[in-house]
């Protein structure tokens, strides 16, 4: 098997369990292991937190893609801070 097929796997691999951490993001209410801030200690949802409420954010992020030897990450919303999370992969 060559070089970049092995990468291309890996990628995959990587990708299936990064896009399970960042859907489980909106259920921790956490960006991995960082607490979401919050937004406003006047804010008292009735339900849900400002990011779950609707699920607007969660369903707008798109699959990870796979970039030759980056992963990459992108919403469709512009409050998002996600137009592009890229994870770069370097062989050594």
């Known amino acids: 098997m060559d070089t970049n097929k092995i990468i291309k796997n890996i990628l995959k691999g990587i990708?299936?369990?990064?896009?399970?951490?960042?859907?489980?993001?909106?259920?921790?209410?956490?960006?991995?292991?960082?607490?979401?801030?919050?937004?406003?200690?006047?804010?008292?949802?009735?339900s849900g937190t400002l990011l779950t409420r609707t699920s607007a954010l969660r369903k707008s992020?798109?699959?990870?893609?796979?970039?030759?030897?980056?992963l990459s990450y992108a919403s469709s919303?512009?409050?998002?801070?996600?137009?592009?999370l890229i994870f770069p992969i370097q062989v050594i």
Do not use: C, Q
């Not at 992020?61 to 980056?70: D, M, R, S, V, Y």
């Not at 919303?77 to 592009?84: E, I, Q, R, V």
């Open 61 to 70: 992020l798109f699959p990870g893609k796979i970039n030759g030897n980056a």
């Open 15 to 46: 990708r299936v369990e990064l896009d399970d951490e960042f859907d489980r993001n909106f259920d921790r209410e956490a960006f991995f292991d960082r607490p979401w801030a919050p937004h406003s200690p006047n804010y008292h949802p009735t």
């Open 77 to 84: 919303k512009p409050y998002a801070a996600l137009p592009y």
